[in-house]
C-alpha cells in the first residue's frame, strides 16, 4: 500500500515528470508539439516548486509559460521573409522578375560570438538580482543554487526558442546541477525527471548535430 499512497501523495509532480520527458523527446525532434506540451508542464511545476520552497524557479516556470508561446510563434513563422523571384512570361531581363517574400524557414544554427557575448552578460546580471531577491527578501534555503540553475535556463529556453545547437550544452549543466538540489529538496519525482533530461540531452546534440550536418 506504501507505492499507492506517494502515488497519490505526489501524482501532481509525476504527471508534470511525464510531461516533462515528452517535452524533452519532442524538443530533439524539432516537433512543434513541444511548445502546448512544454506549456502543460510550466503550468505544473509552478505549484511544485512553489510548494518546495524554490521561488526561483517558479518564477522560471512563468517564463517558461512565456516563451513557450514566443518558442510556438517563432517556429511556426520562421526567421522572416526572403525575397523569391518569379520571371515574367512576357521578358527574360531582371526588370520582369516578379518577387515575392515567402517564408524563410527557422533552422539549427550555431551561436554567433556577439550574441554569445549578450547572454552571458545577461545570464551574469540575472543570477546576481535572483540572488538578491532570494537572500534578502525570502525564506528560501538555497539561493544561491536556485538562482544559478533558473538563470541558466533562462538563456537556454531563449536559445531553444531561436534554435540555437549550444543550448544543449546549458541543459546538461543545468539538469546535472538541479538533480543534485532536488535531492535536497526530496522532490524525487523530479530528481529522476532531470536526471533523464541529462541523458536526453545528449542524445539531442547528436540529433540537432545531423540538422547541422545536412545544412
Not at 516533462?20 to 513541444?34: P, R, T
Not at 517564463?63 to 514566443?70: K, N, R
Not at 538562482?147 to 535556463?153: D, K, N
Amino acid at each position: 500500500m506504501g507505492i499507492f499512497n506517494w502515488i497519490s501523495n505526489n501524482y501532481i509532480e509525476i504527471f508534470g515528470a511525464v510531461t516533462g520527458i515528452l517535452y524533452v523527446f519532442l524538443e530533439i525532434k524539432q516537433n512543434l508539439w513541444l511548445w502546448p506540451v512544454g506549456i502543460i508542464t510550466s503550468a505544473v511545476y509552478i505549484w511544485v516548486f512553489f510548494t518546495g520552497k524554490l521561488y526561483a524557479d517558479t518564477s522560471l516556470q512563468g517564463y517558461y509559460l512565456v516563451i513557450s508561446v514566443l518558442g510556438w510563434y517563432w517556429w511556426i513563422k520562421g526567421a522572416g521573409l526572403r525575397a523569391h523571384g518569379n520571371k515574367s512570361p512576357f521578358g527574360g531581363g531582371e526588370g520582369d522578375v516578379d518577387k515575392k517574400p515567402i517564408p524563410e524557414k527557422l533552422i539549427v544554427h550555431r551561436i554567433n560570438l556577439k550574441t554569445g557575448i549578450v547572454l552571458a552578460a545577461v545570464l551574469c546580471v540575472l543570477y546576481f538580482v535572483l540572488w538578491f531577491v532570494l537572500s534578502h527578501l525570502t525564506d528560501s534555503p538555497v539561493p544561491a543554487a536556485d538562482s544559478f540553475i533558473t538563470s541558466l535556463s533562462i538563456v537556454a529556453t531563449w536559445m531553444l526558442a531561436r534554435k540555437i545547437y549550444e543550448h544543449w550544452y546549458l541543459w546538461i549543466v543545468v539538469d546535472a546541477f538541479a538533480s543534485v538540489l532536488f535531492i535536497t529538496r526530496h522532490l524525487y519525482p523530479t530528481v529522476i525527471l532531470y536526471i533523464v533530461f541529462c541523458a536526453m540531452s545528449f542524445a539531442g546534440l547528436i540529433e540537432w548535430k545531423k540538422s547541422l550536418t545536412k545544412q
